[in-house]
């Protein structure tokens, strides 16, 4: 029942590849490499011969296993880009990376690799394949939030489709997507899943009477705040049935085992899937490096460092290796394709519980370091190992990269818009270019920016009041006469901008952003009251 005959696969992959090819409009500036297909989709950049050469290296792969590739994601909460010893940091900033580093030489480093600014804007758009501004998903939702719709009711989520497609797909760990009824990952397309709704601030400020005395130790605000029920304890959900609480969450040392716990669980779903033969995808998404972090009994102190979030960083580091290691035991390594990312820049907020960027600004900024990621595809046997790239890739693109890894490119919904673009021949074959020349970035409904090549274009701005604090003080603002226009491959730190004196291209990527914008004309923003 699992397996899949490469002629159908072929057949349909070489169509998807044939229409989008012949179905070329005109570009849209001098500028823009990419070509819009159709109305739906976010233009991008066709390579018909590079596409070709990943459907042969699919097919190959799908004839010799009789399967169809297992898919695994490491989300990683806040993590800095410069956290990892593959991206400048590991033991150089005291928290040694040798799992992660491993995987990024022996498959594909990525140092472009874009995120949303907060956690459950990304999370949406890993899902969905689409901007957070159109699923209404545009920041994360708090103990205490009232939302006036359900904005999985009209959603097509990946696991979903996958499900269907004959998947196994399964979520370990963090959610925050959304906690009310119809929103639960095993509501929305999940098969199983065992974790917690909420970030680790959220649920262990409740118990840390030395950073929240004003909560713990006032018993009025403390039972106040257990009403809003806050989703602090570790929940078993399966599609169809009940969601149950499998443990109760009564300490700030529940949270440092957090992770431990989800890792024992997806390790016992990757042995039963080996054991059936059922292709998976898992989504591992880590609880740390979150503020407020609490290192584990097996971690503390084991990073240089001897802060817990490098402790975390470590152990975040150990569980992947663990995890891979395992793939390798089971005979699954050769078939699973593997991402690695965090949901977005560090939380400088925190600081010193908190990551490191080299990039102006941070988590819930438009600015660099808010929203470039690390970025790292591994697939044994797939994937040439010692391979980077600079050029564009969006953590929205793997939604469409997983449906045509897992043979279902038809399934990328039309009826609705999609800001992601099918990455596979960019990943796979050997000498791979990115299919993508932009970037947009949004800050809940507020266009920000716009990434093109080297420049980077800003329409708005985060301002700091204080150094790092871009969520607890900090302001927006728009730009005056001209657009802030940067070279980052001169300026990676956005320091000054080149502007019109400087640069030729000022109004033409400005054009850029109005047909953008237009797309929201017939596919509207959905509001489902997280508004400000």
Known sequence: MNKIKPLLFF???????????????????????????????????????????????LTALQKKTGKKPNIIWFVVDDMGFGDPGCFGGGAAIGAATPYIDKLAKEGMKLTSTYSQPTCTPTRSALLTGRLPCRTGLTRPIL?????????????????KILSEAGYKTVLSGKWHIGEQEGMRPSEIGFDEW????????????????????????????????????????????????????QKVTTSTDDMAEADQTIKAYSLRKIKE?????????????????????????????????????????VE??????????????????????IF??????????????????????????????????????????MINPGRESAELFDLMDLFNTSLIIA?????????????????????????????RDRVHIWVEKKFMAIRMFEYKMHFQYTNSVADMMNIDYSSTGQVGLAPWLFNLYIDPKERMPVGHRMNAWTAVIAAEVKGHLATFKKYQMKNIGLDK
């Open 11 to 57: 057949t349909v992959f070489a169509f998807f590849v044939a229409n989008c090819a012949q179905k070329s409009f005109a570009q849209s500036t001098p500028l823009s490499k990419a070509t819009a297909i159709n109305d739906h989709q976010q233009p991008f950049i066709i390579r018909a011969e590079q596409d070709k050469e990943a459907l042969e290296k």
């Open 143 to 159: 103990a205490g939030d009232v939302l006036t719709q359900n904005p999985w009711s009209d959603e097509i989520s990946l696991p």
């Open 194 to 245: 065992l974790g917690w709704y909420a970030a680790e601030k959220e649920i262990s400020q409740s118990f840390d009477k030395r950073r929240y005395p004003d909560l713990v130790l006032d018993t009025f605000k403390l039972n106040a705040y257990n009403k809003l029920d806050a989703g602090r304890d570790l929940m078993f959900g399966k599609k169809g049935e009940k969601i149950t609480v």
């Open 273 to 313: 899937y080996a054991k059936s033969g059922q292709p998976f995808f898992l989504g591992h998404t880590f609880m740390k490096v979150h503020a407020d972090n609490f290192a584990s009994k097996a971690f503390e102190g084991k990073s240089d460092s001897k802060y817990p979030y490098k402790d975390g960083i």
């Open 316 to 337: 975040v580091d150990a569980i992947i290796g663990e995890i891979v290691a395992e793939l390798e035991k089971q005979g699954l390594l050769e078939n699973t394709f």
């Open 340 to 381: 690695i990312t965090s949901d977005n820049g560090p939380q400088e907020d925190s600081w010193p519980d908190a990551g490191y960027t080299p990039f102006r600004g941070g988590k819930a900024t438009a600015w660099e370091g808010g929203v470039r990621v690390p970025g790292i595809a591994y697939w044994k046997g």
């Open 407 to 435: 043979g279902v490119p038809e399934k990328i919904p039309a009826d609705r818009y999609i800001d992601g673009i099918d990455q596979t021949s960019f990943l796979i074959t050997s000498n791979g270019l990115s299919k």
